[in-house]
């Protein structure tokens, strides 16, 4: 499949990467991020762009695994739910850690 399934859903899964690299590149000069951040960017990115593409539910590998496994279910969204989580915390803890007035 070439286009993506809906493409409003897309978009929606989309912009939030396109404006969190415009970010990242107009201010990484002035604050730079740990490698870890940048590093951690990437599979966010890859799974949010996926999920739109497909929809969280029709990711064709994981209905490969939920079929092999005899799931109920596609499990992707999971795997979704924990990147939208997960990635944007380090970039939130990294900003504080540098900006609070608070001590680590």
């Known amino acids: 499949m070439v286009g993506p399934g809906d493409r409003f859903t897309w978009w929606l899964e989309v912009f939030p990467v396109l404006v969190g690299l415009a970010l990242l590149l107009a201010t990484g000069r002035r604050f730079p ?3 870890l951040v ?3 960017t990437w599979p966010h990115a890859i799974i949010r762009m996926v999920g739109g593409h497909y929809t969280y539910a029709e990711v064709p590998l994981f209905n490969l695994l ?3 496994f005899d799931l109920g279910r ?4 999971r795997v979704g739910q924990f990147a939208q989580g997960f ?3 380090l970039v939130a803890r990294e ?3 540098r900006t609070s007035p608070l001590k680590p």
Do not use: E, M, Q, V
């Open 33 to 35: 991020l740990s490698r």
């Open 38 to 40: 940048y590093t951690g």
């Open 66 to 68: 939920r079929d092999g």
């Open 74 to 77: 596609n499990h992707y969204d």
């Open 87 to 89: 990635f944007p915390a």
């Open 95 to 97: 900003i504080l850690l």
